[in-house]
């Protein structure tokens, strides 16, 4: 086996710590290919060391060891082979040695325009930390700081009241004052406020009845009082069409996030093509049903196609109508997890979902690949909403009409209003991406225009170029290559530069969970495989804490002695040399 200079010589390769948490299931799965390889021979001379802090959650993982961790079936494996692990505990004497942890940092935009960044301080410790100072950088300006009063073992948000924000992506870097694990004082994020959604509604029935109008109570859901003095411009930009201008050779649907099809007849093939191309790169179309839809078998025909490749979700069958006067239906069931609905999933919210009454519906039979948001409570529950995916955008269908016609929810403001709100917001975050990415993660970013010399710059203001070739995603929308793992394993704010376009950013983060530094227990360490061979660890050694640092005392104290002898006899000889030059 290695001999121990070899051994030595690898600690002369680490110079500072990986921001990136141990990870027992990748060690032990390297050491089991080295053995398999041949690479690794085991013999008298051949020792496994693992160096440790036996901080809890490295070990039996963020559920506290509820779920056996997958390193243990390792461990099995290389303890039937004869192996064992040499485990140094290098910790601190406390079982819970405090820390303060940046745990998260968030940036909210109001529907008014106003924005705010919340940051939240976790306090590992059995002490209160009072007054604690937390600051935060927005686009590279320091905001006035703020003191937080943390509690024992538990966390504290400082609010940072930002006022408007441009639309575009918003870097943020909090931190708090240094305690002796610097690397979670301080996190990354970054968010983008999103530009206004660009709607388009196309009225299938218009009219200046506002209860007759396909889209009158759409538009005034989405718009408020658009025109009313002191109106703050709101999250939507809505322009309206009918539905035979929906053909018009002047229309451009890329202009657009989301176009919605209130109760229309089924539009020409050449349409429902250029439909599909828009949600394929990025768009949304919401379908809403109506009388004026009219014949059913040419949505069918020309919206449905049996693989999944059509713009609808499912085949449209018949009209459904209550069998008599005071006859209604309601929703039964809804997907209380999604974005659109998990609104109304609060129990006090509930009732104003599954209480508004429906007299007619359309009949849809979704196809396999499509998601049943909501049921109705006929005899054959009935999908009311329904989604699919579709390239990069998604269609989503509601199987009634967003006017009086046939239902009341229209004028049920508290549900239809939010409804409407979260439904537009949904369909046009179809091209979202994760700005915050953990350290060691291959990060591929998305950008408008083809991208010219793109170049990666890291948190310590080293750059290099990215390697490889754009991936065109559809219309002006690119991949960048894909960045190596290599390239991320520091936290903190990256910046990808661009020679002829804006630049975007992305952060690498800590899990907040690396933060608690809690040990390992004495009867958490008797449950851990028995490959572990713990040295100095209090449950194999019947050492206590205090014991262990009473014997390190006595080394110090011996080197110590060691010392001053090896000074003395320097002294000393020195003496006797000057003594014979006088001689």
């Not at 121990?4 to 299931?25: F, G, I, N, R, Y």
């Not at 997958?70 to 040695?97: C, H, K, M, N």
């Not at 209604?328 to 104003?352: G, K, N, Q, T, W």
């Not at 599954?354 to 849809?364: E, K, T, Y």
Request: hydrophobic share 40%.
């Amino acid at each position: 086996g290695p001999s121990a200079a070899q051994a030595k010589s690898v600690l002369t390769t680490l110079h500072t710590p990986l921001d990136e948490p141990m990870d027992l299931d990748a060690a032990f799965g390297e050491l089991q290919r080295l053995i398999q390889d041949g690479e690794f021979v085991g013999g008298e001379n051949t020792e496994v060391r693992l160096l440790t802090d036996l901080q809890r959650g490295s070990f039996l993982g963020g559920d506290g060891g509820l779920e056996k961790p997958a390193y243990f079936d390792r461990l099995e494996d290389l303890e039937a082979q004869g192996w064992s692990i040499q485990v140094e505990d290098l910790g601190a004497a406390s079982t819970l040695p405090p820390n303060r942890t940046v745990s998260d940092v968030r940036l909210t935009n109001s529907t008014g325009g106003f924005a705010e960044a919340t940051v939240t301080v976790f306090n590992h410790s059995n002490l209160p930390q009072p007054g604690v100072r937390v600051s935060l950088e927005l686009d590279g300006n320091r905001l006035p700081s703020q003191r937080l009063d943390l509690e024992p073992d538990a966390q504290g948000i400082c609010v940072f009241r930002l006022g408007s924000l441009e639309p575009g992506p918003h870097t943020l870097i909090a931190e708090t004052e240094g305690d002796r694990l610097a690397i979670d004082d301080r996190r990354a994020h970054v968010a983008e406020i999103p530009s206004p959604t660009r709607v388009l509604l196309v009225n299938g029935s218009p009219s200046n009845d506002l209860a007759q109008d396909g889209v009158g109570y759409l538009r005034l859901a989405i718009e408020g009082n658009p025109t009313g003095e002191g109106s703050r411009p709101g999250p939507f930009r809505v322009e309206e069409i009918r539905s035979a201008n929906l053909a018009g050779s002047d229309l451009d649907m890329s202009a657009y996030d989301v176009i919605w099809l209130a109760g229309i007849p089924a539009p020409a093939r050449a349409v429902l093509a250029d439909l599909e191309t828009f949600v394929v790169n990025g768009g949304a179309v919401v379908i809403s049903a109506g009388p004026q839809v009219g014949d059913l078998a040419g949505w069918r025909e020309r919206a449905f196609a049996s693989d999944g490749s059509g713009l609808m979700p499912g085949e449209w069958l018949r009209q459904v109508s209550i069998a008599r006067a005071g006859d209604f239906y309601r929703i039964a069931d809804f997907e209380e997890d999604h974005p659109v609905l998990d609104l109304f999933s609060d129990a006090s919210l509930r009732p104003l979902l599954i209480g508004v009454p429906f007299s007619d519906f359309l009949a849809m039979a979704p196809e396999p690949g499509a998601r049943v948001l909501a049921s109705l409570d006929d005899e054959g529950s009935s999908p009311l909403l329904v989604e699919k995916s579709l390239g990069r955008g998604r269609v989503l269908v509601f199987n009634s009409t967003v006017h009086e016609a046939w239902n009341l929810l229209p004028l049920a403001g508290r549900t239809f209003v939010p409804l409407v709100f979260e439904l537009l917001t949904y369909a046009a975050q179809s091209t979202v991406e994760s700005l915050e990415h953990a350290p060691g993660s291959v990060v591929q970013m998305e950008v408008e225009g083809f991208p010219r010399s793109p170049e990666l710059e890291r948190p310590d203001g080293s750059r290099r170029p990215i390697e490889g070739d754009p991936q065109s995603l559809g219309g002006e929308t690119y991949a960048l290559p894909p960045i190596p793992a290599t390239d991320t394993r520091a936290i903190g704010l990256y910046q990808v530069h661009l020679a002829d376009a804006t630049g975007q950013a992305f952060a690498v983060v800590l899990d907040s969970k690396e933060g608690d530094l809690a040990r390992l227990t004495p009867s958490e360490l008797v449950g851990l495989p028995a490959a572990f061979d713990f040295e100095n660890s209090e449950s194999r050694s019947g050492e206590t804490p205090a014991q262990r640092d009473q014997g390190g005392e006595i080394w110090r104290l011996l080197a110590l002695i060691a010392l001053l002898s090896l000074v003395g006899e320097s002294l000393w000889g020195a003496y006797l040399g000057q003594r014979r030059q006088r001689a």
